[in-house]
């Protein structure tokens, strides 16, 4: 996918933003419908990290990680997506569909 304009506040590594048909919440979120779930469940799965030591590396609790492989986070900000990506070991815009 091309790269699109940076999204404003955001530290120069991560300031980009997917050039997606599903438009960015408030410019620093990305709708819990943008992500591929089960992606970044076999990911994690496919390295070996239980939800627990994915959660800890990513510095979020099991349960917030719980709820964004779920479905039931409602958002998840361009920052979270971005160390989810390197505890997965991908590019952040991997973990979108």
């Known amino acids: ?9 955001c530290t120069a590594r991560r300031s980009y933003t997917i050039a997606l048909s ?34 800890r590396q990513a510095g979020l609790t099991r349960q917030r990680l719980n709820d964004i492989e779920s479905g039931r986070c409602a958002n998840v900000t361009v920052d979270t997506l971005d160390v989810l990506a390197g505890v997965l070991r991908c590019k952040a815009k991997d973990l979108l569909k």
Do not use: F, T
């Not at 996918?1 to 506040?9: R, T």
């Open 1 to 9: 996918m091309p790269l699109a304009k940076p999204v404003a506040g």
């Open 22 to 55: 599903l438009a960015v919440v408030n410019k620093h979120q990305y709708n819990s419908g943008m992500l591929d779930i089960a992606k970044l469940k076999r990911l994690r799965e496919k390295i070996g990290l239980s939800q627990a030591e994915a959660a």
